[in-house]
């Protein structure tokens, strides 16, 4: 029994000296702030970010830049003559033709109905989905377009006039008129200086099928 009691006091004695030695005030340091960084955003992930006033999906950033989303939201407030904040297929149609992109009302209503949060317009974040997926689509032709503009271009002055268009209506033998050319080189012609460069080139392609992938 009295080795008992030697060996209580002992380790009432050594527990004695351990609080001797913590702090009472003592509290753990803050977490660096990289670490709380991280656990912020693993608990509350970024899937949106706001531009031009509009919630938008990081899977928009893939596709375009801020000043790119802002233009667009200028196109589309545009044509979104009510302030709603969505447009309608025929108003769709419209807004991707001024963008180069040539659709038909009948595509673009089987895709709002499919893909819409209400099955009949689309809101802006939803319309850069749209765009998005038809610009992927064209991307698989560039090269190829590319390659047909240098075909054309055997000068290598990096346009096309008049006498080139003559020329490669004579060689492929679409047959069009005089009349026809001068329409055609001043439908592409976009800035007005009676050639056709490569970005005019693509545009007036795609626009009028007269490329097939």
Not at 8 to 13: A, L, P, R
Not at 121 to 137: I, K, R, S
Not at 151 to 173: E, S, V
Request: neutral net charge.
């Amino acid at each position: 029994m009295k080795r008992s009691k030697k060996s209580k006091t002992v380790s009432s004695d050594s527990a004695s000296k351990t609080k001797s030695h913590l702090r009472l005030d003592w509290v753990p340091p803050p977490p660096a702030l990289g670490t709380q960084l991280l656990a912020s955003l693993e608990n509350n992930p970024l899937d949106e970010r706001s531009v031009a006033g509009v919630r938008l999906s990081r899977a928009v950033y893939k596709h375009y830049t801020a000043q790119e989303i802002r233009d667009l939201k200028e196109v589309f407030d545009f044509f979104d003559h009510k302030r709603r904040g969505n447009l309608k297929p025929k108003d769709i149609v419209y807004v991707m033709r001024t963008l180069g992109v040539n659709i038909n009302l009948e595509q673009c209503t089987i895709y709002v109905e499919k893909e819409s949060q209400d099955k009949t317009t689309l809101n802006f974040g939803e319309f850069l989905h749209y765009l998005a997926h038809y610009q992927d689509g064209e991307q698989d032709d560039y090269d190829e377009l590319n390659l047909a503009f240098q075909l054309f271009d055997t000068d290598g002055r990096k346009y096309l006039d008049l006498a080139t268009l003559r020329k490669i209506n004579q060689q492929t033998g679409l047959n069009l008129s005089e009349l026809e050319l001068q329409a055609m080189l001043e439908a592409a012609d976009r800035n007005g200086d009676a050639r056709i460069d490569l970005q005019e080139f693509i545009r007036m392609m795609r626009q009028t099928n007269l490329f097939s992938r």
